[in-house]
């Protein structure tokens, strides 16, 4: 089973950044597509970000393509999210995920516990 452990969220002004970080351990780490989702209260998971590839390739939701990006560092088993000019209605709960190649990226078979992330002025 993999854990996952989320960090670096907080709050930050519209048009600022935060690079949040994802930590697992388990069964290797490079087995697994990682990828990001956000909850915010009273709304409906939405998928963020993810690998869709062994070869790395990647895929956003629309809402946030060209503001962030997903990257990973196997030595480190680590995930990252790189969020830029975030905006209010991207304040959520965001959480890695880690799913099996076979399965669909909007799909995962773990998850961390999450990290806050408010934009607010």
């Known amino acids: 089973q993999v854990q996952l452990v989320e960090s670096g969220g907080g709050l930050v002004q519209p048009g600022g950044s935060l690079r949040l970080s994802c930590a697992a351990s388990?069964?290797?780490?490079?087995?697994?597509?990682m990828g990001w989702f956000r909850q915010a209260p009273g709304k409906e998971r939405e998928f963020v970000a993810a690998?869709?590839?062994?070869?790395?390739?990647?895929v956003y939701a629309d809402s946030v393509l060209g503001r962030f990006t997903i990257s990973r560092d196997n030595a480190k088993n680590t995930v990252y999210l790189q969020m830029n000019s975030l905006k209010p209605e991207d304040t959520a709960l965001y959480y890695c995920?880690?799913?099996?190649?076979?399965?669909?990226?909007?799909?995962?078979?773990?998850r961390g516990q999450g990290t806050q992330v408010t934009v607010s002025s």
């Open positions: 995920a880690a799913r099996t190649w076979s399965r669909p990226v909007e799909e995962y078979d773990y």
């Open positions: 388990g069964p290797t780490f490079s087995s697994y597509a």
């Open positions: 690998f869709s590839s062994i070869g790395g390739r990647t």
